[in-house]
Nanobody
Framework: VQLQASGGGLVQAGGSLRLSCVVS????????MGWFRQTPGKQRELVAS???????NYADSVKGRFTISRDNAARTVYLQMSSVKPDDTAVYYC?????????WGQGTQVTVSS
């Protein structure tokens, strides 16, 4: 499985950004998916997840600001980020939240300026 995240960039605090992650292979629709983020020196953190049936869950730090969604036909999971804060600065990755695939890909850098 290959995971290709994109859509990151530099955004001002209060702004919005939409991340995408394409998953190779034919197993996407069967798998729960999540968005993780990581900053230097810290553990990777799960910020949002969506089950194969579409049930979503969010970390308290992003609840009400981020929205996760998926398009099974496109094998893509999205993260709509709104009202971003400097603390949201991180490299963002997608993966299966409960049973992550080994290859996390390069992720996509999100930098929020104050």
């Amino acid at each position: 499985v290959q995971l290709q995240a994109s859509g990151g960039g530099l955004v001002q605090a209060g702004g919005s950004l939409r991340l995408s992650c394409v998953v190779s292979g034919d197993i996407f629709s069967l798998n729960d998916m999540g968005w993780f983020r990581q900053t230097p020196g810290k553990q990777r953190e799960l910020v949002a997840s969506i089950t194969s049936k579409g049930r979503v869950n969010y970390a308290d730090s992003v609840k009400g600001r981020f929205t996760i969604s998926r398009d099974n036909a496109a094998r893509t999971v999205y993260l709509q980020m709104s009202s971003v804060k400097p603390d949201d600065t991180a490299v963002y990755y997608c993966n299966n939240p409960a049973r992550p695939w080994d290859n996390w890909g390069q992720g996509t850098q999100v930098t929020v300026s104050s």
